[in-house]
């Protein structure tokens, strides 16, 4: 039997993330599970909006949610960068976590968060 997903079942997946009102794209020195743990893990923040990202093909099979570079950032607090997420504040919810490059940031600096994607492969045997 053949395995397919179509395009909506991927979209409705990366809609939680076009849909949610309040949010914002924020780099972090740690993972983070829950919302609460945002505020103390977070280095710099900045908004995110629909511009940012873009639905494309999958690099290797499936969908894609392509999120733009932010550049010029501000940086809050000195650390090591570890993580970067996605949240929305107005639910108080982690919308979406990745690793990225250490790098070290220091209060008063500016960062760019480099382009990156969500990728969601295509069904495959289990």
Not at 36 to 46: G, K, N, Q, R, V
Not at 53 to 64: C, I, K, L
Not at 100 to 118: A, D, E, R, Y
């Amino acid at each position: 039997m053949a395995r397919h997903a179509p395009n909506a079942f991927y979209s409705g997946s990366f809609n939680t993330l076009r849909n949610s009102a309040n949010r914002r794209q924020v780099v972090l020195d740690s993972e983070v599970t829950s919302y609460a743990s945002i505020a103390a893990a977070t280095l710099a923040e900045t908004p995110i909006d629909n511009d940012d990202m873009a639905e494309a093909a999958g690099s290797v099979s499936g969908r894609r949610l392509n999120i733009s570079q932010i550049a010029d950032i501000d940086i809050d607090a000195s650390g090591d960068a570890t993580h970067v997420a996605i949240v929305d504040d107005d639910a108080d919810t982690v919308l979406y976590v990745t690793v990225c490059t250490t790098q070290t940031l220091t209060s008063g600096g500016k960062v760019t968060i480099p382009g990156w994607g969500i990728e969601l492969r295509a069904p495959a045997a289990p």
